[in-house]
């Protein structure tokens, strides 16, 4: 399969690419969106141990995010992706729910 994927080749412009290419280039990229969902994540971890009510909102975001991911994983790949989805999803959601909902007073 992969080789038929290689061997298909279609122009766009000046330049040829292979359905092969893209599958690669796409897995690629989510896996690139992955990771800076986890630096994410930790980021948020820490503003919201430090008080800062906007990594709530950013948070919730990030779960809308989920959602709409996990059907997509659904919709065009299988059970077992969405299946990391909806779990990804419920632990953003748990994350976010134990979010201090009032700032640190500042002391002033």
Known sequence: MWTAMNDVHFSVGHSTFSYGAFYKGFGLSITGFQLF????????????KRGV?????????????????????LRYFSVAPALFSVA???SFVAATVSMRRQPLESGL
């Open 37 to 48: 969902m986890a630096w994410l994540a930790w980021q948020l971890g820490s503003m919201a």
């Open 53 to 73: 009510m906007d990594a709530r909102v950013i948070a919730w975001g990030i779960v809308g995010l989920q959602i709409v991911g996990a059907g997509l994983a």
């Open 88 to 90: 990804t999803l419920f």
